[in-house]
Nanobody
């Protein structure tokens, strides 16, 4: 069972940048499709970005497309979320998630598809 630990959150002004990291406990993280989700107060958890096992396929929520970039370093068991041009509406707790799959290029974008979750990291964007 993989364990995930997020880091890199914090307080930033609108227009600023943050880089989130998700460290996985397993050395076989390359067997997992990895996603980022977020949850704002009073709202449901929502999809942000996903990267396939191979790293070839990525998908983004429309609200972050062109501003956020997901990447992975399987050798370091780590997934990243580079967030640029941050907006106050990006304020949320950001969660890293993993799902084991035999499909190298497939991506999963729904919360129920992910059995493994990190504890979350708070991102606050001030206006």
């Amino acid at each position: 069972q993989v364990q995930l630990v997020e880091s890199g959150g914090g307080l930033v002004q609108a227009g600023g940048s943050l880089r989130l990291s998700c460290a996985a406990s397993e050395r076989t993280v390359s067997n997992y499709c990895m996603g980022w989700f977020r949850q704002a107060p009073g709202k449901e958890r929502e999809f942000v970005a996903v990267i396939s096992r191979s790293g070839i396929n990525t998908r983004y929520a429309d609200s972050v497309k062109g501003r956020f970039t997901i990447s992975r370093d399987n050798a370091k068991n780590t997934v990243f979320l580079q967030m640029n041009s941050l907006k106050p509406e990006d304020t949320a707790v950001y969660y890293c998630a993993a799902v084991s799959t035999p499909l190298s290029h497939y991506v999963y974008m729904k919360v129920p598809e992910y059995p493994y979750w990190g504890q979350g990291t708070q991102v606050t964007v001030s206006s």
